[in-house]
């Protein structure tokens, strides 16, 4: 199978629009497997819908080596080519001196070309000086191909492909033009969800046109025939045991859910996962064991949530009387008594939670920290630990017992701890997000805590 990864020089470079273009453009021809490294959950959404299979993470921090080998090769069978776009620069990642949690890494464990992606405006012949020393940087990345973004013209392109061939073994594969109108809407956690823009369609083919008219794909075809096999032995263990039904939030406001994590429920703990909307339906569904309630935006369907009282009371009444829950972020500040937005405006939500959330202007804590549990909880013993990422502009002053240890380290230092993870009753609720393969053992603790439910009302939680 071919493979290749498309990264940038840093963030903003236009590697996501290129990405989303290559997929769709080879997306007519053949079956395309996407990826996205790190822990985003905007991206990969646009790139299961263009291609028509889920996206999924690939993340050095939060996965173990032999587990990302493991998830790449189920998720690849029956593809013709694997397409992985990286995170911020190629050689960005949790700390200086380290390749974890970077674009790099993911590329050499597991054996992809890497087709670099280059701001090509205002620029002549240094763009070989760019090119040459991220080919340089480490020798077991291999950069076999280059894509200029925001040139000029034709004639400017050709400028710098000579350059580039002149002074590099990369290869130039194309290009495209300064201002062309194959952009995509952002907001404050980075693109417009796919949930809340009309007409993709027509934008997506607007990017396969883009691609094709300037970009050579056979040269990116060839580039993906350089990559190599990587395999392993490693296997996730079953748990046939459980047979429960579990609700999962699914709409525009909830909809944050790293695939691989559901893939695990559905396939190796037997669990049966039934999306319902709390922004349209007004009950939860019928003979569930379990809720999962994940992150998403709430707060840009504030109004409508609050307004939706029949769902509101209905998940209040079935977490009082011990049904399991998990929530993340979105999913923690709909548990709420409320959710101020940015105007100020106070918005009931279910009320379990007694507090209230606040939005923000400014990102309130992001990035990569290990979680551990000071406190028994759904999701497992004292002492039990995962690694998790967060990304959020709200705030929480919420009066309940805390039970996760959360720390962010730096050069084997830690510079950050705090506490989170709100428990009451049978479930937990934090603005962590947690990927079940970083540690399986919180997966099977939660859908055991849901089967001892459903055999007789098994209440474990702090109450």
């Known amino acids: 199978m071919k493979k290749i990864m498309i990264a940038g020089t840093k963030s903003g470079v236009g590697k996501t629009t290129l990405t989303m273009g290559i997929l769709a453009a080879l997306a007519k021809r053949m079956h395309v497997q996407p990826y996205k490294v790190g822990p985003d959950y905007i991206d990969p959404a646009f790139h299961t819908q263009i291609t028509g299979r889920f996206c999924r993470n690939l993340d050095s921090y939060i996965l173990e080596e032999e587990v990302i080998k493991y ?33 790099a890494s993911i590329a050499k464990l597991l054996k992809t070309p890497v087709i670099l992606v280059v701001d090509g405006s205002k620029v002549a012949s240094s763009i ?74 027509k934008v997506y083919h607007q990017l396969a046109t883009a691609i094709e008219a300037t970009i050579d794909l056979d040269k990116i075809l060839e580039i993906g025939t350089m990559a ?61 064991h379990g809720l999962i309630l994940g992150g998403g935006f709430p707060e840009m369907f504030a109004e409508d949530l609050s307004k939706n009282i029949p769902m509101l009371e209905a998940i209040y009444h079935a977490l009082d009387k011990g049904l399991p829950y998990v929530a993340e972020c979105g999913g923690l500040m709909y548990l709420c008594d409320e959710l101020v937005d940015l105007e100020g405006t106070q918005h009931n939500m279910v009320g379990w939670l007694k507090g209230y959330t606040t939005m923000e202007k400014r990102l309130q804590r992001f990035g990569y920290g ?15 630990h995962i690694r998790i990422h967060e990304f959020h502009r709200s705030k929480a002053y919420i009066g309940e017992p805390q039970v996760y240890a959360v720390e962010k380290s730096r050069l084997g230092q830690t510079i950050r701890q705090w506490t989170c993870g709100y428990a009451k009753k049978n479930g937990v609720a934090a603005y962590a997000h947690l990927h079940y393969y970083s540690n399986l053992n919180f997966a099977k603790h939660f859908i055991e805590t849901c ?10 939680g702090i109450h």
Do not use: W
């Open 128 to 201: 070989a000086a760019t090119v040459k020393g991220f080919a340089a940087f480490d020798k077991d990345v291999t950069i076999a191909g280059v894509i200029l973004n925001n040139v000029g013209s034709a004639a400017h392109y050709e400028l710098l492909r000579d350059a580039i061939m002149y002074h590099t073994d990369v290869i130039p594969c194309g290009y495209l033009i300064k201002n062309a109108d194959v952009s995509l809407p952002e907001r404050h956690l980075g693109l417009v969800p796919h949930l809340e823009m009309s007409g993709l369609d």
């Open 370 to 384: 290990k979680l551990t549990l000071k406190d028994s909880c759904i999701y497992g013993q004292a002492g039990d």
């Open 71 to 103: 998830l790449f090769q189920q998720s690849s069978n029956n593809a013709d080519i694997a397409v992985i776009e990286g995170v911020m620069g190629l050689f960005d990642g949790k700390e200086v001196g380290s390749d974890v949690g970077t674009s």
């Open 228 to 288: 190599e096999a990587c395999v392993t032995r490693y296997e996730p263990p079953v748990y046939e045991g459980s047979n429960v039904r579990v609700a999962i939030a699914k709409d525009k406001a909830f909809h944050f859910y790293y695939q691989d994590s559901l893939d695990y429920l559905r396939d190796k703990l037997n669990v049966e996962l039934v999306p319902f909307s709390p922004l349209e339906d007004k009950q939860l569904p019928e003979g569930i």
């Open 451 to 460: 089967r001892q439910y459903k055999e007789g009302g098994y209440s474990h």
